[in-house]
C-alpha cells in the first residue's frame, strides 16, 4: 500500500522533506542516483573506499524522491560548485562578492559558510595562484625559514621550480628548514601572510596546520632537476648526515623500479643477489614483478619464481631490508652515469 506523501502527523504519517532537510550524504546519494549510473560510476573512482560503502548504503536506503525535492538538491549542487569555483579563482572574499551579485548577500553567506565549514582553506593561498618565477622573485631575499614555510604549503611541482632556482647556498637550507618543519600556529602563518600580501588571508580554522616534513622535502627534490638535487643532498650530508641519508633512503622507493627502462634494468640485475631480489618481490604488486621478469632469461626468470614460491613467509623488516638495498644499487649507478632515473621537470634522454 502506497502512503499519501502529503501526510503530516498521526499515525503512520510521514513528512515529506525538502532538499534541506536531508542529511550531507542522503544529499550526496540522490545527487548521484539523479545524474544515473553511468556519470556516477565515473566519480566513484575517485571516492575512498569507505566513502562508496557510505553512499551505497544511503542509496539503497532511498525512498521516492519527487521532482522538486531533486531540482532543489541540483540546483544547491550547482550553488556549491560555483562557489567552489570562485574560491579557487580568487579566494574567498572574490567568491562571496560574485555569489552576491548573482543570489543575494544572504544566500552567498549561507552558500560561503557551508562550504568553508568543510572546505580547509590552506594559508598562502594568494601565494598559490601566482607563477613560480614570479614568486621566486618575490621571496628568495626572504629568511630562509619564511621561505621554507611557503613553499612547505604550495603543490610540489611549484616549489620544485623555485627550490631549483634559488641560490645554491640558500637551497640546501631551505631544504633541511622543510624536512625539519613540524606544526606551525596559526598567529605565526598570518604575522608571515601579512608581510607577504599586506592583509590577513582567511583561515577556515584556529587548528594548528601542519607542513614540512621528510616527506614533503622529498616529494620536491624528486621534482627538481638532477643537479639542484645533487647539490642539495651533498650539502645536506655536510650539514646534516642523518637527515641526508633519511631523505635518500625515501627519494626513490622500490616501487619506482617500473621507471627504469629495460636497459636500466637489467644493468641493475646485474649487480643484485637473487636471494635478495626474491625477498625484495614478495611484497610487491604484480607490475612491479612482471618488469623484473621480462627482462631476465625465461629460466632465470622462472628460477626467482621458485625461489619467491619454497622461501614462504618472509618477515616484511627483511623484506623492506632487502629492497633498500637493490634501491642503494639504483642510485648508486645513477651517481656514477650508468643509468639514468626518469625525473619530473627534465627533459627526456636524447642519443
Known sequence: MAKSSATSGGAGGSKKKTGKEYTGRQKAAIFLVT??????????????????????FEIARLETIDSEQKDAILQEF??????????????????????????????????????????????????????????LNFIQQEHPQTIALILAYLEPNKASIILQNLPHELQS???????????????????????????????????????????????????????????????L????????????????????????????????MREVDSQELAKALKSVDTEVQDKIFRNMSKRAASMLKEDMEYMGPVRLK??????????????????????????????ELVV
Not at 38 to 48: C, P
Not at 94 to 102: D, H, I, P, Q, T
Not at 242 to 258: G, N, S, T, Y
Request: glycine fraction near 4%; charge should be negative.
Open 237 to 268: 650530508e655536510d650539514e646534516d648526515p642523518e637527515l641526508a641519508e633519511e631523505i635518500k633512503k625515501r627519494m626513490f622507493v622500490f616501487e619506482d623500479i617500473v621507471m627504469l627502462d629495460d636497459r636500466a634494468i637489467q644493468k641493475v
Open 35 to 56: 545524474i544515473g549510473s553511468e556519470v556516477s560510476a565515473e566519480i566513484f573512482k575517485y571516492l575512498r573506499e569507505d566513502e562508496i560503502e557510505t553512499l551505497t
Open 318 to 347: 627483511d623484506v623492506e631490508e632487502a629492497q633498500q638495498k637493490i634501491v642503494s644499487i639504483i642510485r648508486h649507478l645513477e651517481d656514477t652515469g650508468e643509468i639514468v632515473v626518469a625525473r619530473s621537470g627534465e627533459d
Open 78 to 135: 550547482q550553488e556549491l560548485m560555483m562557489a567552489n569555483q570562485f574560491i579557487s579563482t580568487g579566494g574567498i572574499d572574490y567568491a562571496r562578492e560574485l555569489l552576491e551579485k548573482s543570489l543575494g548577500s544572504q544566500k552567498a553567506i549561507d552558500i560561503i559558510n557551508r562550504l568553508t565549514s568543510s572546505l580547509q582553506v590552506r594559508p598562502f593561498d594568494f601565494i598559490r595562484r601566482t607563477d613560480p618565477a614570479h614568486l
Open 173 to 235: 637550507d631551505v631544504a633541511r628548514r622543510i624536512a625539519t618543519m613540524d606544526r606551525t600556529s596559526p598567529e605565526v602563518l598570518r604575522e608571515v601572510e601579512r608581510v607577504l600580501e599586506k592583509k590577513l588571508s582567511t583561515l577556515s580554522s584556529e587548528d594548528y596546520t601542519t607542513a614540512g616534513g621528510v616527506e614533503n622535502i622529498v616529494e620536491i627534490l624528486n621534482l627538481v632537476d638532477r643537479a639542484s638535487e645533487k647539490q642539495i643532498i651533498e650539502q
